[in-house]
Each structure stands twice: as C-alpha cells, then as structure tokens.
C-alpha cells in the first residue's frame, strides 16, 4: 500500500511516523512545499526576540532521519491540483518540471498561511509576516537592523508575542494596531484590558477598533495609514490571522466557508482514502459538537497520530478539542479552555460566570503574585464549560486542572473539592483552582 502525505509538518510528520511504526510493509511518500520539514512554529517569536539564538533548536527531526527511518520525503514541490477519481496528484518538483504520485491513501496535512491583506502598498519592501522558519530568519534580520519605529498589525497572540520581541531587541517604538475593539479577542474583554495596560507600562503604543488603509513609501514602507491617523513604520510585521492552504483541492473535497477541510473525529474526509490533518483541517469541539479550526500545536500532533491510525484501517475517534492555550506577555501569563462568555453567547449557550482574585501561593511564602480566575458554568447544573486565568506568575500552568475538568464534565463543587497539592511555595491550602470553583453559585 502506498501513502502519501502533503504537508511535512507537525500533523504530516506525525501521520507519516505513525504509519511507518505501525506497519513497515507501507510505501510513504511526503511532498513538501518549502526545504523545511518537522519544527516547532510556536518557537519563531522567541527566536526573532533573541531568546534562542540557534535557530536549529526549532527543528525537531531533519529530511535525513525521516529517510533513515524509511520515509520518502521529496522537498521544495508544488502540488497543482489532485484528481480523486484517478488517485493522482499533479505537482511541480524542485527544478520546476510537471510530475505526478499516485497513491492509495492520501493525507492533506498543508497547514495555514499568514493572511495577507488586499490593502494598497502591501507588496512593499519592510512588511513581514511569520510563520515559516525562513520567515523568522528575514524578519530576525530586519529587527537587527535596528528599524526605530515597528508596527505590528494584529494583537492576537502572535502580535503580543512579536511586540515583547521587539521590545526585547531595544526596538525605540512600538505600536500595534488592531480592528477589532480589544487585543486578544479569544479572551473575554477584561483580559484583553488588562495586556493593553500592560503592554502600554512597557512603552507599546495600543491602537484598537482602527483599521490599516494603505501602506505608504517608495519601494519601502515608511507610514502606515489608518481610519484614524498616520504613523511612522520602518517595519511593519502582519499579525492578522491565517488562511488554510487548501484552494488547490478544488470544490470535491467539503469545507468549511474558511477554506478548513471537513473532517470526521477520526480526520476522514468526505472524499473515500482521503484524510486531513493539522492547520488546514478541522476538529471536534466537546462542548459545541461541531468541526471547527482550531490551529494549534497540541491539536495538530495528535491529528496527525489519529489521521496514521485511520489510513491503517484503525481508526480512533477524537471528540476532546477545547482550544486550551496559553500566552506568556510581559509581565503577564494568560490560559484559556473551553467556552468563554462570548462563545456561549454567540452560540446560544446559557451560562453563568465566576471572578474571584486570589494569590498565586500562600501568603506567609515569598513573593506572592495576585491571580484573575474566571469561571463560565452551566446555571442549572454548575457543570464547567470553560476558564481563563492571569497573573505575573504561575498562573497558566493552572488552566491545565481545568481543561481535565472540563473534559471530564465536571462540576464547579467536585472541582472545588478535587483533591489538589498543598505546598506554600507552590499553593495556599485551597489553591486558586479551588478558590474560583467554590465561589461560584
């Protein structure tokens, strides 16, 4: 049997690795657009602030040790379109010639693009997005070069993370701009408040509800025009989202209106011997019961695992997404799982929410940090359907407790008395997990 893989990323590889254990008898072909294959995206911002130096770090397995381990991988090729009646796929390979690969089960495992904007003048020289390992080498480059005046389009997490970044490389002035009414929109409203004041204590320049209308300069951006003003920008880092790399299937395979490829909780297509994975693919959400694309790490391994499991012929079913995650800015730790109040909101789901803020470890150990615990719960039954904490320190790890709860259907009272470690330097004898739970009625 023959199975090939597009996308040589966290999902592909997993798939491709998965197979290959399971059963050496299986030809495995993977087609890869760039020369890079299996590193960590989420590392790059650390990497453009200086953080790691070694780019190499962000690589987790080379083309070498995946042809070592019997695996075909054919880099720097452009798939053009995939004939699904025929089994083939048409693709251009590194010097450019028309080549096509059969296959008996397929994987489409292509990740995301950053969007990039139709706006006017945003084909100039000094716009740089990331997501790619070349990207974060071009955009390192640029900042070493000392531009005094950064604007960073975009305040989700990626923006957040490049503003720090930039601050860290002494950049002089820092300015995000941002459509929507807040930063960190995936977070209910006080939090994203709360980044803004922290980030603006740093010396970033916080612009919401503004909208970029043209990039301006000759060949090279110099201002950055908005609804609202003018400003100085020697460089300019897109942070606005990103797009699944999927027009090239065509309209046969279902998708979402967002491009994201449909897929069972196993990771099947609507299309027979076809299976998605990762960035560009869907998952099943627990508590809304629906696909949805959810680009993160954590999810796009373990589909990649399932996708393997299900080209076996073993498919295994995953239902457990609750987009858990977590941002470190400044001075501040964010985590969120589950539902926030706009999501149960916009999806018609009754809650009731829970703030309480308490202390990071016990008050009578050193240093101490304040933590922000909010709970969104089912009224008539006070099963948890989501949370979100912050605090200067030790705050995300925690939202982990929490995503198990979740997952789990718990109650806030079980959660309130669930039997958890005691230490003063680590908790107060009703940790803040605990605290939040109890407190809400």
Not at 48 to 61: E, S, T
Not at 265 to 289: F, I, N
Not at 328 to 342: D, I, N, S, V, Y
Request: aromatic share 8%; glycine share 10%; net charge negative.
């Amino acid at each position: 049997m023959k199975f090939v893989v597009i996308g040589g990323n966290a999902a592909g590889m997993s798939a491709a690795s998965r197979v290959r254990r399971k059963d050496p008898s299986w030809e495995i072909i993977v087609l890869e657009q760039t020369r890079e294959v299996s590193y960590g995206a989420c590392g790059l911002p650390y990497y453009v602030a200086g953080l790691n130096d070694d780019i190499d770090l962000i690589r987790i397995r080379s083309v070498a040790e995946f042809e070592k381990a019997g695996i075909l991988m054919k880099t720097e090729c452009t798939v053009q379109w995939v004939d699904f009646g025929q089994k083939m796929i048409h693709y251009t390979d590194s010097q450019g010639a028309n080549q096509t690969e059969s296959y008996d089960k397929l994987l489409v495992a292509t990740g995301a693009s950053p969007r990039i904007p139709p706006i006017p003048g945003i084909e100039k020289k000094g716009i740089y997005p990331l997501k790619t390992l070349g990207h974060a080498e071009n955009l390192k480059r640029a900042i070493l070069e000392k531009p005094r005046n950064v604007v960073i389009v975009g305040g989700g997490y990626i923006g957040l993370e490049l503003a720090e970044a930039c601050l860290l490389q002494k950049i002089p002035n820092v300015r995000i701009i941002e459509s929507m009414d807040r930063l960190l929109n995936v977070f209910d409203p006080e939090f994203g408040q709360a980044v803004q004041q922290e980030l603006e204590r740093h010396g970033v320049q916080v612009h919401t509800s503004e909208k970029v209308v043209s990039f301006e300069g000759v060949g090279r951006v110099k201002w950055i025009v908005t609804d609202q003003g003018c400003y100085d920008a020697d460089l300019v880092i897109l942070s606005i989202g990103i797009r699944p790399n999927t027009s090239f299937l065509g309209n046969e395979i279902e998708k979402l209106p967002n491009g994201a490829i449909l897929t069972s909780p196993a990771m099947e297509t609507s299309l027979p011997d076809v299976y998605a994975a990762g960035d560009c693919a869907t998952v099943w959400h627990k508590l809304l019961e629906k696909p949805l694309m959810i680009a993160l790490g954590t999810n796009a391994n373990k589909q990649g695992r399932l996708a393997g499991d299900s080209v076996l012929g073993k498919p295994v079913e995953f239902k457990r997404a609750l987009g858990t995650s977590m941002l470190r800015c400044m001075g501040l730790e964010l985590a969120k799982t589950g539902l926030g109040q706009g999501e149960c909101e916009a999806n018609g789901i009754p809650y009731k929410t829970v703030t309480v803020q308490t202390w990071s470890h016990a008050r009578y150990y050193p240093n101490p940090q304040t933590l922000a615990v909010k709970l969104c719960y089912r009224p008539e039954d006070h099963i948890l359907l989501g949370a979100q904490i912050m605090g200067a320190k030790e705050a995300a790890w925690r939202i982990d407790t929490f995503a198990c709860a979740i997952d789990q259907g718990m109650t806030t009272e079980e959660l309130g008395f669930l039997d958890l470690g005691y230490a003063p330097p680590f908790a107060s004898v009703w940790d803040a997990i605990a605290i939040a739970a109890n407190a809400s009625k």
